[in-house]
């Protein structure tokens, strides 16, 4: 198993994702954002940072990087892709996932553990789903811009096709994210966005493991 | 190049009429403008330490871990497996004041160019601010800017921001302070040192373009020269960019591990001039610089702008001439700016050109080294210099509502927890990221000091910051000393081992005498407390000149310690952290009212403190120490601003549980009941965990008394006709009050 995590200038925890995908058992590379070629990747990583400094709008300029060419042809061929924070953002931004990532609602930027309730359909090993819907991760969130928002319509359809990977815990909601919604996938299934940074929850001596299960389901998650 | 107007230019520039006669005489001839705009900075008490060098000589610096000391961007000590942690606190009081988001910014984006200017990876920022009391919209409107600058930053480029502290002082009013501190990670056989060398080498400027930003001190000259008044208009506080940072940072790391650099320095202030003599100086060479090769931001900029440009962002190398298109290249990589402007010269002189044309020519001896150094004329001014206003009703009244009484010791803890210079800073820390690198082991307000895990080492660093300017106010000497055993305490909390100390000397203007006073009296205090522990003084920063409209601030020397520890798991917490766990008070703790918090809400600070006792505090120290790495002990917690009151209630606070304790123990060193709940004073330890435990941990030189035990729902403290009860849940309430009042700010 190989994953592929591109490094955008300004990425900033790609080097915290590297680790991640490590540590849950397999090997992985850094993929320059201007490589058209993700070097036989089984999965890729988008991370967190401030792609190109982000100063337009988070992710706006990172969809048109050779890269994000390259991972939005591996996502369409069924490849396994997790956005995280800046990652998930790029994700709306390409088009691979539903909806936008808008200011925090009180505008400020944070940093704060947050629990996480798995929600809709995960990828199974066997009967055996690799996370359970309902199950409680304790995962950090760190962001300015992490207010998920769709159309209602859109929000009422995502719902209703088991889209909404993530919501934040009752009264956890850090920005005002409309119902609560953390992270989303496709309707595939195999691309997967989310806010909070399970590549920030993989050592107990950081605080949490329970970010090494959303490696594991996404390796799994090949559409 | 036309000469300086007919009236005195250098004075406008901060230069005095000898310090003037002094340059023509090492020149044997009036400098023209360029040499005088770039004198007047390299002369200026921000560059030449002129009124504190004499004084600094004082400190320790020499030390078995020190690798890299005091000349260098930052210091350095030895982590082990060839591995050094790198650290620096510097200042950027003046341009937060007047900008508090682009200042505090572009503070956090100076000092991490001084770190990976050795080549070291930074892992860490702390801060430690300073604002007038909260209910002024002046300090509400600095503190929110100052914040959200340094999370703008640090968030930006993925550097953790892991603590700091945040004091809310009266004479901080008109002259905010933000102090930040950065730590790095480097490899030993890959640092650099800042000493151009090699005569031909190239002398390459990489990073941003160069723009009219952050001229300040020569504004005048420039209105002078241009003839124009348009300039004096132009912003004086620089932009930061902390993405052309981020990508000059990876750059300058891949350059430096692929060996392509001879040596390297950040601009930071005064600009080309500053890096380019300092290397110059430090190499014992001459360096040449076209200005006519700097990439401009603005096309018809004068020499001397170019040469004086505080644009940030912006690092310059010396590189062997064969490998200058490599390092290019490497620039071209990581889209950042990089331009070949001069050379390292034999001829000792720093030259300016513009094009084929000599526009300044000055040696580097008269600009880095010539600038005289001043004694101070220092005097003791009688009592309490400051002001003292009594708010402890209207405190009381605001957290325990119109009725309570603010002579019930319970009322007093509610308004002492929710003083903004107490209370829980989670508001601030919140809005940084203190995660990125996966080495943050204790994150903000879970232990004492900052853990980071240093894998490459297989080791770990604690760090802290502290300074407390009101004690060092009451008492110049004792409460720097105090400043240095707080930071020493907090290590030992986590059960590090101090390795080195950087500071930043906040003081006034030291020309004057009561500030001159507190200056030598701090710098005693430092030199002092460092010689007692051992621990050697890396690098620091001078920041003079605070004041406002009503005299000095108070004298802030701020101290950032980084210690070692032997694994980051064993850093305890600094809360409770299990029901029925003893609760013991371990160190030389002897609590006194003077110069506390309380005195403060009651308005009545007066000058004064207790001297420490350094080697008790030390001996205090090594037995938490040992204990937290042993695992003997649950928690541990210094005493500090609020006294023994506050360290109980915040100890409950973050742990949920309540405690039930007797200060009878306490009492019987001779203090009151008000003393020894609120009394203030350094060497003490709150501690928990099993009593025989606790106990024995008593033993040379270190006292344990037991207080009482961890459980319930309200912290209970018996103190004769002072005892308390306060739940837990009102204690929480008002030490988290800062969030309400910052956030009432908002406009």
């Given at each position: ?223 | ?588 703790f002897e609590p006194s009212l003077?110069?506390s ?42 005493v500090?601003?609020?006294g023994l ?21 306490l009492?019987?060193r001779?203090c009151?009941?008000?003393e020894a709940l609120f009394g203030e004073g350094?060497?003490g ?63």
């Open positions: 198993m190989l994953w592929g995590v591109v490094q955008f200038p300004g990425s900033c925890d790609e080097r915290d994702a590297l680790h991640a995908c490590e540590l849950s058992g397999d090997e992985a590379r850094l993929i320059w954002h201007e490589e058209r070629d993700l070097g036989g990747a089984d999965a890729v990583v988008v991370p967190g940072g401030f792609s190109y400094g982000d100063y337009l709008r988070a992710g706006a300029i990172a969809r048109f990087s050779p890269a994000m060419e390259a991972v939005a042809e591996f996502a369409a061929a069924g490849g396994p892709v997790l956005g995280i924070c800046n990652g998930f953002q790029v994700l709306c931004e390409t088009g691979l996932l539903p909806g936008a990532l808008l200011l925090n609602d009180n505008l400020r930027f944070v940093c704060r553990q947050v629990d996480l309730l798995a929600d809709g359909l995960w990828p199974s090993q066997g009967a055996q789903s690799l996370i359970e819907p309902g199950e409680t991760l304790s995962i950090p969130a760190k962001h300015g811009e992490g207010r998920y928002w769709a159309p209602e319509g859109m929000l009422d359809a995502i719902e209703a096709k088991g889209q909404v990977a993530f919501r934040y815990a009752a009264g956890q909601n850090p920005n005002g994210s409309a119902r609560d919604i953390a992270g989303v996938r496709n309707e595939a299934g195999n691309v997967l966005g989310l806010m909070p940074h399970p590549e920030h929850a993989v050592d107990a001596m950081t605080g949490s493991t329970d970010g090494l299960g959303v490696f594991e389901a996404m390796a799994g998650a090949r559409a | 190049m036309s000469a300086p107007a007919a009236s005195s230019p250098h004075r406008e520039l901060g230069l005095t009429d000898a310090e003037y006669e002094l340059i023509c005489e090492k020149l044997g001839r009036e400098p023209n403008g360029v040499e005088l705009a770039m004198f007047s900075l390299l002369w200026s008490e921000h560059c030449a330490y002129k009124h504190s060098r004499k004084l600094l000589r004082r400190l320790p610096t020499e030390g078995e871990r020190v690798v890299m000391g005091p000349g260098e961007n930052a210091g350095a000590v030895d982590v082990g497996e060839g591995y050094a942690v790198a650290f620096k606190v510097e200042s950027h009081n003046h341009p937060s004041a007047v900008e508090p988001f682009q200042g505090a910014a572009t503070g956090v984006g100076g000092i991490l160019r001084d770190v990976f200017a050795l080549g070291a990876r930074p892992i860490a920022i702390l801060d430690s601010l300073r604002f007038g009391e909260l209910d002024s919209v002046r300090s509400r409107h600095l503190l929110d800017g100052a914040v959200r600058g340094i999370g703008h930053y640090g968030n930006s480029i993925g550097v953790p921001n892991v603590g700091g502290e945040i004091y809310f002082e009266a004479p901080y009013e008109h002259n905010c302070l933000v102090n930040a501190m950065c730590v790095g990670i480097a490899k030993q056989d890959e640092m650099v040192r800042a000493a151009a060398a090699g005569v031909g080498n190239a002398v390459v400027l990489m990073g941003a373009s160069t723009g009219r930003d952050g001229i300040g001190g020569a504004s005048v000259l420039a209105s002078a020269e241009l003839g124009d008044g348009d300039d004096a208009k132009r912003p004086t506080v620089q932009i930061g960019d902390p993405f052309e940072e981020s990508k000059v940072l990876e750059c300058c790391l891949e350059l430096l591990a692929k060996g392509l650099l001879v040596s390297l320095q950040d601009l930071g202030a005064a600009g080309l001039t500053s890096s380019a003599s300092e290397m110059a100086s430090a190499g014992g060479v001459g360096i040449e610089i076209d200005v006519a090769q700097v990439p401009l931001r603005e096309a018809d900029m004068e020499p001397f702008e170019i040469m004086v440009s505080e644009s940030q962002e912006r690092m310059l190398a010396v590189v062997e001439p064969g490998r200058v298109a490599e390092v290019i290249a490497v620039c071209e990589k990581w889209q950042t700016g990089s331009a070949q402007i001069g050379t390292v010269t034999d001829n000792g002189l720093v030259r300016v050109l513009r094009g084929g044309e000599v526009v300044g020519e000055m040696p580097v001896e008269a600009l880095v080294d010539g600038c005289p150094l001043y004694d101070l004329a220092p005097a003791e001014p009688e009592g309490w210099i400051y002001g003292n206003e009594d708010v402890l009703a209207e405190r009381v009244a605001a957290v325990a509502g119109p009725d309570a009484d603010a002579a019930d010791p319970a009322s007093t803890l509610l308004a002492l927890l929710s003083s903004p210079s107490v209370a829980s800073k989670r508001w601030a820390f919140e809005q940084y990221d203190s995660i990125v690198g996966s080495r943050t082991a204790r994150r903000p307000e879970s232990a004492d000091a900052a853990v980071l895990a240093i894998p490459e080492a297989d080791t770990a660093i604690a760090v802290s910051i502290d300074g407390n300017g009101r004690r060092v106010a009451c008492d110049p000497y004792a409460g720097t000393v105090e400043a240095v055993l707080e930071c020493t305490q907090n290590l030992a909390c986590a059960g590090a081992e101090p390795l080195g100390l950087t500071n930043c000397l906040n003081f006034g203007n030291p020309e004057k005498p009561a500030p001159a006073w507190q200056l030598d009296r701090a710098v005693q205090g430092l030199a002092d407390v460092c010689e007692a522990l051992g621990v050697p003084v890396v690098g620091g920063n001078v920041s003079l000149y605070n004041e406002g409209p009503e005299g000095p601030i108070y004298p802030t020397p701020v101290v950032g310690m980084v210690g070692e520890l032997p694994s980051p798991e064993l850093a305890g917490p600094s809360a409770f952290v299990r029901e029925g766990d003893a609760i013991a008070l371990l160190g030389p003077a110069g918090e309380l005195m403060k809400l009651r308005g009545e600070l007066d000058a004064g403190l207790a001297q420490p006792d350094i080697a008790a505090v030390a001996a205090a120290c090594a037995a938490v120490r040992g204990a937290v790495r042993a695992g003997k002990i649950a928690s541990a917690h210094d500090s601003d609020g009151a506050c360290a109980l209630a915040e100890a409950a606070i973050g742990s949920g549980f309540g405690c039930q304790v007797d200060l009878q123990h009492r019987e001779g009151s009941p008000e350094v060497g330890f709150l501690i928990s965990g099993e009593r025989e435990k606790l106990e024995a941990l008593a033993g040379e030189g270190v006292a344990v008394l037991p207080l009482g035990k961890v459980g319930g729902a309200a912290v209970e403290v018996a103190a004769g006709d002072r005892s308390l009860t306060v739940p837990v849940a009102d204690a929480e309430r008002a030490w988290h009050s800062l969030s309400g009042r910052a956030e009432s700010i908002a406009v």
